[in-house]
Antibody, heavy 120, light 106 residues
Framework: QVQLVQSGAEVQKPGASVKVSCKAS????????MHWVRQAPGQGLEWMGW????????RYSEKFQGRVTMTRDTSASTAYMELSSLRSEDTAVYYC?????????????WGQGTLVTVSS | EIVLTQSPATLSLSPGERATLSCRAS??????LAWYQQKPGQAPRLLIY???KRATGIPARFSGSGSETDFTLTISSLEPEDFAVYYC????????FGQGTKVEIK
């Protein structure tokens, strides 16, 4: 079955960077794009961007443009999301989510989430 | 950016009751609307896509309707496991989510 397993929780200082990984299994990694979504404590869902699993093309939300970099390693079936210049407002759970198999561009399934805490 | 507004923020109901959740878009999203369920400490799960199509494994008590700017998620008879937060999402213009509706036990 399709599974996305993310890296563990991180604590980073303001101004630092964090890189979250998302290892995929159960499907051909290069056939699907991967999205990244974050959720601040007690808040809603915020789309950050996506990466094409095949050619590596990316598109980022304007809010994160210049601070986020999404990459992938096809040999490891793993997608990465790096966020730089961290501030306290970036404290959140970060999710990867694959594009669905229904052909509609929805998010299904999701990884389990990675908590990133930004604190001095 | 297309803004999705969900109402109500909280819905207090008893098991067996019908739940009706609303999602309104700031401009037409055609049929590019989905619903997700999120339980505490878990990732969201896709329930409904393209307004009214159920994702694999989603029970028939979940249904979606609407078009353009006004959409509804209906849970015909609430089961204990349905108490959660529900988000609508559009992909007409990139991707945005509503702020969520919490369905809690009355």
């Amino acid at each position: 079955q399709v599974q996305l397993v993310q890296s563990g929780a991180e604590v980073q200082k303001p101004g630092a960077s964090v890189k979250v990984s998302c290892k995929a299994s159960g499907y051909t990694f290069t056939n699907y794009a991967m999205h990244w979504v974050r959720q601040a404590p007690g808040q809603g869902l915020e789309w950050m961007g996506w990466i094409n699993g095949g050619n590596g093309n990316t598109r980022y939300s304007e809010k994160f443009q210049g601070r986020v970099t999404m990459t992938r390693d096809t040999s490891a079936s793993t997608a990465y999301m790096e966020l730089s210049s961290l501030r306290s407002e970036d404290t959140a759970v970060y999710y990867c989510a694959r594009v669905d198999s229904y052909g509609g561009g929805w998010f299904d399934p999701w990884g389990q989430g990675t908590l990133v805490t930004v604190s001095s | 950016e297309i803004v999705l507004t969900q109402s109500p923020a909280t819905l207090s109901l008893s098991p067996g009751e019908r739940a009706t959740l609303s999602c309104r878009a700031s401009q037409s999203v055609s049929r590019y609307l989905a619903w997700y369920q999120q339980k505490p400490g878990q990732a969201p799960r896709l329930l409904i896509y393209d307004v009214s199509k159920r994702a694999t494994g989603i029970p028939a008590r979940f249904s979606g309707s609407g078009s353009e700017t006004d959409f509804t998620l209906t849970i015909s008879s609430l089961e204990p496991e349905d108490f959660a937060v529900y988000y609508c999402q559009q992909r007409r213009n990139w991707w945005t989510f509503g702020q969520g509706t919490k369905v809690e036990i009355k």
